[in-house]
């Protein structure tokens, strides 16, 4: 099973982005999809999860600028960030709990997407 994450790059504050993250491999099914992120200096934290359902949760700081959905067909959750801010500006991993078709479930993270915000 493997994640690739895609849709990061250099964007100007109030600039907006998409991020993907799909899925591949020997999946039965994907419970929750998360995306987190980690500046530099500064810890992981987690930015948004979607179950299978479409429950989402947001980090409070950015509920109303960042958009997870997901579309369950491709195995990809996407990630819509608006309105961004230089201190948006991290690496982001996206992240999933993966039932495989050996029926082991495992947490699976991607390599990773660089988003920049200047001013």
């Known amino acids: 099973v493997q994640l690739q994450a895609f849709g990061g790059g250099p964007v100007q504050a109030g600039g907006s982005l998409r991020l993907s993250c799909a899925a591949s491999?020997?999946?039965?099914?994907?419970?929750?999809m998360r995306w987190y992120r980690q500046a530099p200096g500064k810890e992981r934290e987690l930015v948004a999860s979607?179950?299978?359902?479409?429950?989402?949760n947001y980090a409070d700081s950015l509920k109303g600028r960042f958009t997870i959905s997901r579309d369950n067909a491709k195995n990809t959750v996407y990630l819509q960030m608006n309105s961004l801010k230089v201190e948006d500006t991290a690496v982001y991993y996206c992240?999933?709990?993966?039932?495989?078709?050996?029926?082991?479930?495992?947490?699976?993270w991607g390599q990773g997407t660089q988003v920049t915000v200047s001013s």
């Open positions: 992240n999933a709990d993966i039932w495989t078709k050996l029926s082991i479930k495992s947490t699976y």
């Open positions: 979607i179950t299978n359902g479409g429950t989402t």
């Open positions: 491999g020997s999946i039965f099914s994907i419970y929750v």
